[in-house]
């Protein structure tokens, strides 16, 4: 099976999620057009999952003050904050050997190519079920899928950098005390990979890894990747859905 391979790099939250609705509309429609996708987000941003509230989760006003996005996103999870990092969305047809029924299974076969990928840069990491991906116990990388219209979509971040303070700044969790202990709580169980190589890495070397080490762990599977770009059809489909769902209160306050 031949899969595309997009690197569309930094947009704002809705137009990333309207993308990611594009390129899955086009994959029901036509199985051929399912596609790997690497991006990252401008300004930074906040998704909530679907079956969240964006007024439950989030402090609206500090998100506005700090001009961070907020989003709700297609598929499930907790609130993630978008800063410095990397993400990638898989959309396949739900008959792709990357989509079997076993949820479990199609989280371990899609979050290898993150664990190759993460090899690629000297990293040694691992699948932690249900979804995670973690280096000493620690996690770098959260990941979320969904089903609909005969496809997959499974997306997910890995930490280039970490900015708790931030981002427990524009939640809604308790202040002061408390919020410190859950600050000094995350630290424990998270890292990012300027932690663990004790340098920076861009965006572009992250990418150029796991672009490496998505094809490795897929090669096995019959899965090849061929470099491409969004079709102008999707980029418009794209925008649209930006401006038409994700940018509106009627979906992102919806719940």
């Not at 998505?214 to 401006?243: D, K, M, V």
Request: proline share 4%; hydrophobic share 45%; aromatic share 6%.
């Amino acid at each position: 099976m031949k899969l595309r391979l997009l690197d569309t790099g930094a947009a704002p939250a809705a137009l990333n999620m309207g993308i990611d609705e594009a390129l899955l509309d086009h994959c029901a429609a036509e199985p051929e057009a399912a596609a790997l996708r690497l991006y990252s987000w401008e300004p930074k941003a906040v998704t909530v999952g679907y079956f969240q509230s964006l007024k439950e989760e989030l402090d609206l006003e500090a998100c506005a003050a700090a001009g961070v996005d907020a989003v709700r996103r297609v598929t499930g999870g907790g609130a993630v904050f978008h800063d410095a990092e990397i993400t990638y969305s898989l959309i396949v047809p739900e008959n792709c050997v990357l989509a079997p029924a076993d949820i479990l299974v199609s989280y371990a076969r899609i979050c290898g190519g993150i664990v190759a990928g993460l090899g690629v840069l000297g990293v040694e990491a691992s699948f932690a079920p249900i979804n995670d991906i973690q280096v000493g116990g620690r996690k770098v990388s959260g990941n979320a899928q969904t089903r609909r219209k005969g496809c997959l979509l499974q997306h997910g971040t890995i930490l280039l950098d970490l900015h708790l303070d931030t981002m427990f700044s524009l939640l809604l969790v308790p202040k002061e005390k408390l919020a410190g202990k859950l600050i000094a709580d995350a630290r424990q169980r998270v890292t990012s990979l300027k932690e663990l190589l004790g340098r920076d890495l861009g965006y572009a070397e992250a990418a150029r890894a796991l672009a490496l080490g998505f094809g490795q762990a897929w090669s096995g599977l019959g899965i090849e990747l061929c470099p491409s770009s969004l079709s102008a059809e999707e980029a418009q489909a794209g925008a649209g859905l930006a401006a038409s769902r994700y940018s509106r209160p009627e979906w992102n306050l919806k719940r």
